[in-house]
C-alpha cells in the first residue's frame, strides 16, 4: 500500500517493528503529556468563557482522534492558547451553541481541504505572518488574565482588546490582594522550576505548571485566602464531568446558520496553521524520522473539530508545547498521543471533586506566563533590523490582529505579503 494515498493514518506505519520498549516509552510519554495538559485545558477552557469540563473533553477526545487518524508521530492536540481570542468573541455574539456549530462547520472545512490535498499550501504562509498573529494572541492572553489575577469584579468582560483594558482599569481599585499574591506565587514559581529545569535534568520530569498548580492551590486552600475558586464559578457545570455526557447536536436556528461562515472559516485557518506548524516543528526535532503528511493531519484535525462538540467541546488544533513535551519525553508513534488522553480521562474522573477548589488566580498566572513565553518580544522590538517586507507583513498582522479581529489580522498579513511580493517581482 502506498503512501500517496489520500487517507493513511500515520498510526498504521508504526506497527512494524514496534516493540515493548517502544510502547514503554509512549506509555510513559503520555503520562507525563497527559499531567501537562490537564491545567492547561482548564484553563483554556476558563479564559475561553466556558466551562472546564469543554476544554478537558477536546483534550480527551481531540487528542485521542488526532492521534488515531492524523499524519504525524507524535502531534498532541487539545484546546490552544491561540483559540482563546476567537472562542470568546463567538461566543459573545454567536453563544456556547453557535461556537460548537461553528467549530463542526470548521472540521468540515478541514476535511475538505485534506481531501484536496490542500495541506502544502499551510506551508507557503509567511514566518512573519505567524509570528505576527501568535505575538498579537499573546497580547490579548496577557490582557484578559488580568481580571483573574487581580481577582477584580467585572460580571461581564467585553472582547475587544481595548474594551479589555478600558473596564478592567476601572474596577483596579477593588482588585483582590490575594488573588495577585496568587497569581504571583504562580508565576514566580514556574519561572524557578524552568531555571532550575535548565541545569537538573530530574527538574525536567515534572510540569512546571502541574507543580504550580498543586503547590499554590494547597496554600490557598490551607490558609483558607478568599479567592474565586472553579467551583464558586463552574461548581455545577464541573460536577457534571464525572458523568458521561450525552451526544448532541448544537441547537442552532437554520437562520443564524449564515453568520457563523465567517467564525468557522476562521477556525478552519487557525486549526489548519497551528496544527501544520506544530507538526513541522515536530518534524525538526526528529530529522530521522519520517516528515508528517500535512493533508492526513488535516483530515484528523477536521474529523477531531467535527466530533468534539457533540459533548460540548472546544475547538482543537496541535500544540506546540505539549508536542514537543511528547517528544522529548521519549514518544514516537501516536500511541503516545492516545495514552495522553486516557490519562487525562482517569485523573479528572478521579480528582474532579478536589479540581473545585483551584483558584482562578492560579490559572491565570498559569497562562499569564505561558503568554509571556508565547510572544516574540525581540523580534517585535527590533522589527527595524528586519527586512522591510518581514517587517511590514509582521507589523500589518500584529495591529489588525489587536485593533480588529485575528480574521482580520490573518487576511491582513495574506493581502499585505501578496502586494509586497509582486512589487518585488
Known sequence: MTTNMSFRPRLLDSFPGYNPALFAKDVAAGITVGIVALPLAIAIAIASGLPPASGLWAAIVGGFIVALLGGSNVQIAGPANAFIVVVFGIVLAHGVMGLLLATMMAGALMVIMGLLKLGRLMRYVPDALIEGFTSAIAVIILVTQIKDALGLPIAKMPADVFGLLSIQAQALPQFNAYALLLSCSTIALMAFWQALSKRQTWAMRVPGSMLALLAVSVAAFVFKLPTETIGSRFGAAFAQFQQWPTLSFPAVPWEKVPALIIPAFTLAILSGIESLLCARIADDLQPQVKPHAPNQELIAQGVANMAAPLLGALPITGTIARTVTNLKSGGSTPISGMVHSATLLLIMLAA??????????????????????????????????????????????????????LTWGIAGGLVASWILGKLRT
Request: aromatic share 10%; no cysteine.
Open 352 to 405: 474532579a471533586p478536589l479540581a473545585v477548589h483551584i483558584p482562578l488566580a492560579v490559572l491565570a498566572g498559569i497562562l499569564i506566563f505561558i503568554a509571556w513565553h508565547m510572544g516574540d518580544w525581540k523580534t517585535l522590538t527590533h522589527l527595524h533590523k528586519k527586512p522591510r517586507e518581514f517587517s511590514a507583513v509582521l507589523g500589518v498582522t500584529f495591529v489588525l490582529t489587536l485593533a480588529l479581529s
